[in-house]
């Protein structure tokens, strides 16, 4: 710190440079405060690109976002169409076409019996294998469904974030440079005033020193002339 640099410096009766050299440390401390200047204005610029690579980051984000919206959207409106034609087909079957099968196998004998029995089961078979498709479609629409919503909300949550981060770049760090420089401000206002009291002091002492050596001067004299030669 300046004080402490300060204390190298020799006593003014020893060194004609005293003041210079007060002065020149000083400057020095002037120019190690405007490096830590720059350097904190270094730190809060860089934060200030990473918070705005990191919204473009998140605008990315929500453009594919809003992509595979579409895209499970459609997927969810196409499942809608398939299952309302599955459970068409599947009351169809229920209601006419099983039914009337299993009406056929009546009265029948021999390999009569057996071909409509057999379209009986396979008219079931078909039916219960419509019903589990029916149910994955069902359940795809469901996942699509939570998809979707999960989607919505982080891209509303980003949509946040990022306006969160403009305004800590409008706002924030704006004030973080207003800070940092008052505190600069502050500290170079401290090494002046330190600087000026040290130079106060050391004029005092100088002039304190000399006024000493003056006065030692001035009593050898007055003693000298009172001394008689013999």
């Given at each position: 710190?300046?004080?402490?640099?300060?204390?190298?410096?020799?006593?003014?009766?020893?060194?004609?440079?005293?003041?210079?050299?007060?002065?020149?440390?000083?400057?020095?401390?002037?120019?190690?405060?405007?490096?830590?200047?720059?350097?904190?204005?270094?730190?809060?610029?860089?934060?200030?690109?990473?918070?705005?690579?990191?919204?473009?980051?998140?605008?990315?984000?929500?453009?594919?976002?809003?992509?595979?919206?579409?895209?499970?959207?459609?997927?969810?409106?196409?499942?809608?169409?398939?299952?309302?034609?599955?459970?068409?087909?599947?009351q169809h079957l229920l209601e006419m076409d099983i039914p009337r099968a299993k009406m056929a196998m009546d009265g029948k004998t021999g390999q009569e019996r057996?071909?409509?029995?057999?379209?009986?089961?396979?008219?079931?078979?078909?039916?219960?294998?419509?019903?589990?498709?029916?149910?994955?479609?069902?359940?795809?629409?469901?996942?699509?469904?939570?998809?979707?919503?999960?989607?919505?909300?982080?891209?509303?949550?980003?949509?946040?974030?990022?306006?969160?981060?403009?305004?800590?770049?409008?706002?924030?760090?704006?004030?973080?440079?207003?800070?940092?420089?008052?505190?600069?401000?502050?500290?170079?206002?401290?090494?002046?005033?330190?600087?000026?009291?040290?130079?106060?002091?050391?004029?005092?002492?100088?002039?304190?020193?000399?006024?000493?050596?003056?006065?030692?001067?001035?009593?050898?004299?007055?003693?000298?002339?009172?001394?008689?030669?013999?």
């Amino acid at each position: 710190t300046l004080s402490l640099a300060l204390k190298d410096v020799p006593d003014a009766h020893k060194n004609q440079n005293f003041l210079s050299k007060l002065f020149h440390k000083v400057k020095m401390s002037t120019y190690q405060l405007q490096t830590e200047y720059q350097k904190a204005g270094t730190t809060i610029n860089n934060i200030a690109d990473e918070l705005k690579k990191k919204a473009d980051t998140l605008n990315t984000n929500n453009n594919d976002m809003r992509d595979m919206y579409h895209d499970r959207i459609k997927y969810y409106q196409s499942l809608n169409d398939y299952i309302a034609a599955g459970e068409v087909k599947q009351q169809h079957l229920l209601e006419m076409d099983i039914p009337r099968a299993k009406m056929a196998m009546d009265g029948k004998t021999g390999q009569e019996r057996f071909d409509a029995e057999l379209k009986y089961k396979q008219l079931v078979s078909y039916q219960n294998r419509l019903s589990k498709r029916v149910y994955d479609l069902r359940s795809a629409q469901t996942l699509a469904y939570q998809q979707i919503q999960q989607l919505q909300m982080m891209a509303a949550s980003n949509i946040k974030l990022i306006d969160t981060i403009h305004t800590s770049i409008s706002m924030a760090i704006p004030v973080w440079y207003e800070q940092a420089t008052m505190y600069l401000f502050a500290e170079s206002q401290k090494e002046a005033n330190d600087a000026n009291q040290l130079v106060v002091d050391a004029t005092n002492k100088m002039i304190e020193q000399n006024g000493m050596q003056i006065t030692k001067q001035m009593l050898d004299i007055t003693k000298a002339s009172e001394n008689h030669v013999i």
